[in-house]
């Protein structure tokens, strides 16, 4: 069953914020399903450039900021992830950089970085969190509840 | 008599729950080979890979294996050591800190709770890591990382954390010395890292872990092991201006990194509100005593050496005792 079939079109005013869906299940499945997506995962270089001078002149003092001369080629990375709670009770998230995510949350096994748990109806919150949007990005999310037979 | 009741102890690591590379099993067999006595995995807003080997039954691992998280906030990396549960980081604005950890420590009795890599670049290079939080009260925090990933003493922000730290003691807040290796890939061949010596019990109980980080029983060293006799006095403890006798003993680690990189040429400092009042010549298993009285406030040691060839390098920092 789709629970929530939701597309993002997100830019820089959205960095370092959160975006929280609340589920409703009204009964038991096998297992809750996620899908992330998004893209572009990589901020192109020009804009990059600009984002870690400025960086660095706000973090580093001048003392120290011959440490980033071999900074160059960097290119500032788009870093979104997911967090989920079911009645209050955090059941973990997964930080990585990878764009394209598929998260299954089961009794017996949930995906890296989720306890497994029981998928049981009740209210689950679901949080996008943007820790760097800094492109024009679109975001799919997809959540569905499932009966494995 | 010396107190040799200090193990080395991995406060901050990551697997591939997180964005190490790491399974949670090769984490610990690295740990192991390395010489930790016990590790805290930290994977960020997780301790899902906890669960996993807790699942696999703890006891067959050949280390301590404690439970922590990485609070990776928008303004700031918080690791929180020995919780029970996890806890939700999306609650956290740039305000609302210490209200969140006052909740957290009603919630959880033996945690410790530091601030990570505090100086860190931060956004959008290292996304969060630089500690932005308004903070009322640093007290919340038990430790502050002052040593952060493999070549520490070379990293910028290690020395603004350090002098970030000495300024704190000096408030009066007890905060213990503690490093994190921050470890999330297979180390470079010719890395350092600095250890943090953390006071436990024989079992290295979390509960026993987590009162010594509480109170500052801890150290951190890139390698040697410092021993000492302060008579019924210890790190982080009050004591009171009076003469001391304190009595030392350098002992060469025996961690897998050891041949990587050079130390030598080693020089005991009795910092005493940041002011340097003893610095003498140390060797490995030779005792030192010196008869001190220290002024009121902080007195901490440090051991600085030739570190790959750099002179005046720190190779071991104390928490400090607070002398009233």
């Known amino acids: 069953m789709i629970l929530l079939n939701d597309t993002l079109q997100l830019d820089n005013k959205n960095t370092l914020s959160h975006k929280k869906y609340i589920i409703k299940l009204a009964r038991a499945y096998d297992q809750l399903l996620i899908k992330m997506c998004y893209s572009p995962a990589y901020v192109d270089q020009e804009k990059s450039d600009i984002l870690i001078k400025s960086c660095i002149d706000k973090y580093v003092p001048d003392f120290y900021k011959n440490s980033f001369e071999n900074i160059n080629n960097f290119k500032v990375e788009n870093l979104i992830t997911t967090s989920l709670k079911y009645e209050n009770e955090y059941l973990g998230a997964y930080h990585n950089k990878t764009s394209n995510q598929e998260i299954i949350i089961s009794p017996k096994m949930s995906s890296l970085g989720y306890i497994s748990h029981d998928v049981l109806a009740g209210d689950y919150a679901l949080t996008l969190s943007f820790h760097s949007v800094n492109s024009e990005i679109t975001l799919k999310l997809l959540v569905e509840a499932k009966d494995v037979q | ?324």
């Open chain 2, 1 to 324: 008599m010396f107190n040799n009741a200090y193990y080395p102890i991995e406060l901050h690591s990551h697997t591939y729950h997180s964005d190490g590379d790491f399974t949670p099993e090769d984490l610990i067999e690295l740990a192991s080979e390395f010489g930790y006595r016990g590790i805290f995995i930290t994977d960020h807003n997780t301790s899902s890979a906890f669960y996993e080997l807790k699942n696999k039954d703890l006891k067959k691992f050949p280390i301590k294996i404690y439970q922590g998280i990485e609070w990776t906030t928008f303004h700031g990396h918080i690791l929180i050591l020995g919780n029970e549960k996890m806890h939700d980081f999306t609650k956290l604005n740039i305000y609302n800190l210490d209200a969140c950890i006052k909740n957290l420590r009603a919630e959880e009795k033996n945690i410790a709770i530091g601030i990570a890599h505090p100086y860190a670049i931060g956004n959008p290079i290292c996304t969060g890591c630089h500690f932005e939080y308004k903070v009322k009260d640093y007290s919340i925090f038990d430790y502050l990382e002052i040593c952060n990933s493999e070549n520490p003493m070379d990293v910028y922000y290690n020395n603004l954390a350090y002098e970030r730290w000495t300024k704190l003691i000096n408030k009066g807040i007890k905060f213990a010395a503690l490093s994190g290796r921050d470890w999330h890939k297979l180390s470079d061949k010719k890395s350092y890292v600095a250890i943090s010596m953390i006071k436990a019990d024989q079992d290295l109980s979390m509960t026993s872990v987590i009162e010594a980080i509480k109170n500052s029983h801890t150290y951190i060293s890139l390698g040697p092991i410092l021993k000492f006799d302060f008579g019924n006095a210890d790190l982080g403890d009050e004591i009171k201006k009076e003469a001391i006798l304190f009595k030392f003993l350098l002992e060469e680690g025996k961690f897998s990194n050891k041949d990587n990189f050079s130390i030598k040429n080693f020089e005991l400092l009795f910092i005493n509100n940041e002011i340097v009042k003893i610095r003498e010549k140390i060797f490995y298993n030779e005792v030192v005593t010196f008869d001190f009285v220290p002024e009121k406030g902080t007195l901490r040691f440090e051991i600085r050496g030739d570190l790959n060839g750099v002179k005046d390098k720190k190779i071991v920092i104390t928490s400090p005792i607070y002398v009233k």
